[in-house]
Structure formats: structure tokens, C-alpha cells
């Protein structure tokens, strides 16, 4: 048994990892308010607007640090992670009328566009580089809901 204790470490390190990155991601989705917008707005396919990559966001106290992509289009705005990590975080996409309430907002040195997310009622407040403001596609003018 002894023998096959290196063999091991080969096969339960990367699944150990595995693992707790799958659960990481599963709670920051969860608790942050990624997979309760997923229920409402999961995007059916690629967006097309105008891109921008390398994103920070925020969802509650989730932080989200340049591994955001966003495609503005005229319907909405297109939402979704970096490949790794993007298990239980689909895509969204939220239509313009969705988003209410936009406003800018600093922290320390990060300015952010914040804007709140409507179903019927009010879903979650999102924080996102502020870059997507400067966006001729972005419908939703600070100041106004």
C-alpha cells in the first residue's frame, strides 16, 4: 500500500483542488446574487454590441476583479465570467429596462457604474468599471431610472 502513497498524491491533489475551486465558485455565485440573476436573465447565446473585457463588478459582497466581459448591444447588456470561472456562472443578459437607478459611485481609487436590477421587483444592485458608462450603447443615464 505504501508503494502507491506518490500515485496518490498524482490523483487526490488535483481533485482535492478540483473540489474546493467548484465549491469557491458555487458560493461566491450563490451568496453573491450571480446564479439568482441567472434564473431570470441566462443569456441564450453570444451577444453583439460593443465588447469590453476585463472587467471588475461587484454583486453584494462578492468582488468580481478583471475577469468580467461585457457586450453592449441595443436590447441590453451582456454579462459573463472568464472561463475558469465560469461554472455556476452562465451568462447573463439584462435588458435595458431591467436596469434602473443608474449612478456612479468611488471606492478609494475604483469608480464604478452601479445599477440596480429589476424583475418585477427589485433582483440585486450591481457594481461594474465604470467604462461601461462611456458605452454609446449604454441606455441608462446616471441620474436617471
Do not use: C
Not at 491533489?13 to 446564479?35: D, N, Q, R
Request: net charge positive.
Amino acid at each position: 500500500m505504501e508503494a502507491y502513497a506518490p500515485y496518490f498524491a498524482f490523483v487526490a491533489g488535483p481533485l482535492m483542488f478540483a473540489a474546493l475551486w467548484s465549491f469557491a465558485l458555487f458560493v461566491s455565485s450563490a451568496l453573491g446574487g450571480w446564479w439568482k440573476l441567472s434564473n431570470r436573465f441566462r443569456a441564450d447565446g453570444p451577444a453583439r454590441g460593443e465588447k469590453l473585457s476585463m472587467l471588475s463588478g461587484r454583486m453584494r459582497f462578492f468582488n468580481y476583479s478583471f475577469v468580467l466581459h461585457a457586450v453592449l448591444s441595443e436590447r441590453g447588456l451582456y454579462l459573463s465570467v472568464l472561463l475558469p470561472f465560469r461554472p455556476f456562472h452562465p451568462p447573463l443578459f439584462i435588458p435595458w429596462e431591467s436596469i434602473r437607478n443608474a449612478r456612479r459611485e468611488s471606492v478609494f481609487f475604483l469608480r464604478y457604474a452601479v445599477f440596480d436590477v429589476y424583475g418585477p421587483e427589485k433582483l440585486l444592485t450591481v457594481r461594474i468599471s465604470e467604462r461601461v458608462l462611456e458605452s454609446a450603447h449604454w441606455k441608462v443615464r446616471p441620474g436617471r431610472g
